[in-house]
């Protein structure tokens, strides 16, 4: 996970140009767990790609494209000027071109455009980010309801984090105001998931969910928790018999605890420290309904280390 992460990271700062607009939100939580020097970086190129100039670095490849930037050309600007440039430039300037158009309520157009100039694969990437970008647009304008029925127009792959994303946002910006609405916006997620998670990236998106409730809804994310535990049992055992017999992560039938939490599914321990600071007793009962002995030690180690 350490290196996936890394890769990840280093991948998006270093290509944002190409890849398009992740919001830092959804990076972040893996930057400072398994990459934390890297996270003030990491915020600067998604604040970059948030503005429409995409992380890009062409100073260093063409002084007439870095000009052109810096007279903050408007949309229609970009457009016309997009065929002076590079193919590679044209597309990352096609993009945000896209994303200014969005920015003054023109979003159709800006979905028209990218459907003129791209295609394929390409294309779709391409309205991916454009719909991750102004749905953050609206965000920053308080436009919760429109950036709501904007992500649930997502791609599935992207419409629970993106949900997830809004709903702290929302919390966040003010949590007594907004509980209740961030609360019923992650109980919509919920409801877009499988009842139990069948791979490994629904059980990823199962546990960023139930994360995000710890602080939000702290019942609602017991009771998803809870229900969960039986399901990963069988995984981890599941997983514990095949690396026991081929010969690898375990010795002597146990998990070694340097591996730290990845036991065939990699658990997030914060979920288990934000819910014991609503409910100790409650939290410490799930963590003994997990059967191996390994797992227990380790969640109780981080929760003594974490208070």
């Known amino acids: 996970m350490r290196s996936l992460s ?5 991948t998006y ?14 990076l972040e939580p893996f930057a400072k767990r398994y990459a934390p020097g890297h996270v003030e970086r990491l915020r600067k190129t998604s604040e970059a790609g948030r503005s429409g100039w995409g992380g ?29 440039f590079s193919p590679d430039l044209q597309r990352q300037i096609y993009q945000n071109a896209a994303n200014k158009f969005s920015e003054l309520g023109q979003y159709q157009n800006a979905v028209a455009l990218l459907g003129d100039k791209f295609e394929g694969d390409t294309l779709d990437n391409a309205v991916s980010s454009l719909n991750w970008y102004y ?10 309801y429109a950036a709501e029925a904007m992500m649930l127009e997502f791609y599935e792959s992207n419409r629970v984090s993106g949900l997830t994303s809004l709903a702290q946002n929302l919390f966040n910006r003010n949590p007594a105001e907004n509980k209740n609405r961030a609360a019923g916006i992650l109980r919509r ?48 055992q599941a997983f514990a018999a095949v690396r026991g017999f081929q010969g690898g992560q375990l010795r002597q039938g146990e998990y070694q ?16 420290k934000n819910l014991a600071a609503s409910d100790f007793e409650r939290t410490n009962a799930i963590i003994d309904s997990f059967t191996r002995t390994e797992l227990r030690i380790s969640l109780r180690m981080y929760l003594a280390e974490s208070l």
């Open 135 to 144: 749905a953050h647009h609206l965000i920053q304008k308080g436009e919760y």
């Open 257 to 272: 605890i340097s591996n730290g939490m990845n036991f065939g599914i990699s658990i997030d321990p914060t979920i288990f």
């Open 56 to 84: 890009h670095r062409p100073a260093a490849t063409d002084p007439e494209y870095n000009e052109f930037l810096k007279s903050n050309p408007s949309a229609d600007q970009m457009v016309q000027a997009a065929g002076k």
């Open 189 to 236: 997620v919920r409801g877009l998931m499988p009842e139990r998670p069948e791979n490994y990236n629904e059980t990823h998106q199962l546990f960023a969910l139930i994360n995000a409730m710890t602080a939000i809804d702290a019942a609602d994310a017991f009771a998803n928790l809870e229900p969960l535990t039986d399901h990963l049992n069988t995984l981890i």
């Open 6 to 10: 890394i890769k990840l990271i280093t």
């Open 13 to 26: 700062i270093d290509n944002t140009a190409r890849i398009g607009y992740v919001p830092f939100e959804q």
